[in-house]
């Protein structure tokens, strides 16, 4: 076995650009080697120009870091509900993967849930310490979709005890309360302020009304044949990221899900440059997803990681827990990754230090008074990546020299 065993994980930061409250300067101090970024600036669909990726990535490379992952280039909604224009929007796609193979940027998280993002209920949950974290509730989204969306069929998704509690859940919120659930729920694409309105919200839930599982995913590996074959020519991973929770919500399908879900999309389009963001956040909110077994079984497609975890409750909600708690066991999660790194390295491999983020983060006092996306404050992160790398390096120190033993 070569040196390259000793690889870390490369550790990376998610930074939102010149308008995020952490700054530049501040990510170099926390560890963080590599920045996960995006051109949120320009609508989605539309073409990152070479000159628009240059100028960032001179940005992030002047406060000595590296830009090493796009997170994300969004998928305009023609190609996800194969719209007549969606070819148009893939080979603007594909220009914009063009223009950063080019810039030398060769990994590309991407997402395909239908309109809205990761979504949650609460976004400041109280914790015992005193910081505050992204919840999800399933009864304050009852609440939310049977009497303030009103969404049509509503009546047969939920039994007759749900619509009790959901209605009784409604009748505890004040106006305001009910004004903050409903533009947390309605948030849209990461980096922006853009909030749904319920109208435009029931008007995109028309175009899926006939677009179920079967249909997105036919959707999804079209967009996969038409765009890997770009990625192949110019060295740039695809990573898709789990949907968030990865269950259906508000009447919208959901393909990303579970480990089978994860299978068909990478071999429906076979190729190395098909892989995935593995989530332990999104991933792990699911009880009966094998986080480790996934990575054993999927480890060679894995291009990026997004490590956190979630605390599940019997009521079916769950909040995003430290780092080193919560209902993942994240011991086992990196000492998965660990193992598939020595497995990319004995093939000879050179994608071995794979780039790993903490994802969200707690919000701690203090950082009290300042205004971060939600999930993506300071202090809390730090401290995610902090226990990370070590629960890294004491894997490795561990149990590295172990399985060297044993291979030679």
Known sequence: MTDKQHVSLFPSWRWFGPQDAVTLAEIRQTGAKGVVSALHQIPCGEVWSLHDISQRKEMIESAGLRWNVVESVNVHESIKTASPERDE??????????????SNINTVCYNFMPVLDWTRTQLNFPLKDGSFALRYDPVALAAFEIFILKRPGIENDY????????HAYLQQLSSHEKDVLQRTIMAGLPGTDEVYSPEEFMKHLGVYKE?????????????????????????????????????????LPRI????????YIVESVPSLNNGITFCT???????????????????SKIHFLHLRNVQHNPDGSFYEADHLEGSTDMFAVMKAVIEEQLKRNMMGRTDIAIPMRPDHGHQFLFDADRQFYPGYSAIGRMRGLAELRGLEMGIRNTHVNKWKMIAN
């Open 89 to 102: 929007y893939i080979d603007k796609y594909c220009q914009t993967l063009e223009n950063l193979g080019k």
């Open 281 to 299: 956040g999104s991933l792990g909110a699911r009880r009966d997803n094998d986080l480790p077994g996934m990575i054993k079984r999927l480890g």
């Open 211 to 251: 677009i179920g599982v079967v249909k997105l995913r036919e959707n999804l590996t079209y967009f996969l044949s038409k765009i890997i074959p770009v990625a192949e020519s110019y060295g740039i991973n695809m990573c898709i990221h789990p949907d968030d929770p990865p269950f259906p919500i508000l009447g």
């Open 159 to 166: 039994t007759e005890a749900q619509k009790e509690a959901a």
């Open 256 to 263: 990303v899900c579970t480990e089978d879900d994860l299978r």
